[in-house]
Nanobody, 126 residues
Framework: QVQLAESGGGLVQPGGSLRLSCAVS????????MGWYRQAHAQERELVAV???????KYADSVKGRFTISRDNANNTLYLQMNALKPEDSGVYYC????????????????????WGPGTQVTVSS
């Protein structure tokens, strides 16, 4: 059983920044490919950033150049640095240890595991 706890969300003005954190339980964190999903109101969850166990990263086109995913294996923590935020970045953000991922195919073909935390709300508004 993997437990996940996201934090760091909040209300920010357009153009602002936030840093999200995800604490992951267990001793296998370093082996997981981890992803950040976001879910806007009444929409499906969208995978926006991935980091492999070896540190390779991939981003959705909508966040490329603005978001940076990173991990701290010593402390079982995943991060998402979000800069130049836009209103369309608003939503609940979740971390997830992916069940299926390949760097060679689009992010849309990745599949999450069944492990979800409560998420953290990000609101970008003036």
């Amino acid at each position: 059983q993997v437990q996940l706890a996201e934090s760091g969300g909040g209300l920010v003005q357009p153009g602002g920044s936030l840093r999200l954190s995800c604490a992951v339980s267990g001793s296998a964190f370093r082996l997981y490919t981890m992803g950040w999903y976001r879910q806007a109101h009444a929409q499906e969850r969208e995978l926006v950033a991935v980091i492999s166990s070896l540190g390779g990263t991939k981003y959705a086109d909508s966040v490329k150049g603005r978001f940076t995913i990173s991990r701290d294996n010593a402390n079982n923590t995943l991060y998402l640095q979000m800069n130049a935020l836009k209103p369309e970045d608003s939503g609940v953000y979740y971390c997830n240890p992916l069940r299926r991922y390949s760097h060679e195919v689009p992010l849309s073909q990745s599949r999450p595991s069944d492990y979800w935390g409560p998420g953290t709300q990000v609101t970008v508004s003036s």
